[in-house]
């Protein structure tokens, strides 16, 4: 199973649009088995795959407290994870413990190996322990950014970030750009250029472009893939895929 973590400082940017529109197409297009992981206590993934349970405990903070928790088959062919407010209470007890702290993802990821081909993890803007987690847990990471001079000074913030974690995970092995919601603009071609080489990290050569369809897509909670299937983000994200898969 490979580990994929989706994050970025800065809200805004695709983060919950990019890991649920992964996930579906590695699993209906590619026929993958796909564990999504909601790590963000606002809950928009679970949201998006009617699992948020307001007053439960959810499965994110079971897994920081060292327990198994539930797992969700959703109608779009892969299995969640949910989250909620929950989350944080779990985060602050966890920095209460004496035990080690930054392993509770791993543990209980690597009891899945074998029944999954990918888990995709949607974190939330923030590195507190959930987020650590995630990353020590991580084989890769995705950062989206949205081309303006808020998301491009963070780029390089939160790849140094995710670069000290290596001394907690040396199978953390990638960090991957991926430019989400693009308008081709002067400004905006100029901001992709600085940024493909300047970069710490490698920048997919594949670019999200702006599409109105996206936030219909989540109102109606649907992948793109299924939603509006010509739509710019839904080509774009399939393109996305296959140049990770190495299949373009």
Known sequence: MKTISVINLKGGVGKTTTAINMAA????????RVL???????GNT??????YIKDATCGAAR????????????????????????????ENELLKSNDR???????????KMQEYDFCIIDNPPA???????????SDEVIVPVKLDNWALDGTEMITET??????LNKDLKKISVLITDFIKTPESEAAEEWLRE????????????????????????????????????AVDYRKMIKEYLGKE
């Open 101 to 111: 702290q930054d392993n509770r993802m791993k543990m209980f990821l690597q009891k």
């Open 63 to 90: 897994i920081l407290e060292g327990g198994d928790p539930a797992i969700w088959v959703t109608d779009q062919g892969l299995d969640v994870i949910n989250a909620n407010m929950t989350l944080e209470t779990a």
């Open 25 to 32: 197409l590695l699993a209906n297009r590619w026929g993958k």
């Open 198 to 233: 300047n970069c710490s990290a490698e920048v997919f050569k594949t670019k999200i472009r702006f599409s109105k369809k996206v936030d219909s897509a989540t109102y109606y909670k649907q992948p793109l893939d299924g939603y509006s299937l010509m739509c710019a983000a």
């Open 127 to 137: 590195v507190g322990m959930c987020v650590i987690n995630a990353l020590c847990a």
């Open 162 to 167: 995710i670069g000290q974690l290596k001394a």
């Open 46 to 51: 679970s949201q998006f795959f009617g699992k």
């Open 36 to 42: 999504l992981i909601d790590n963000d206590k606002q």
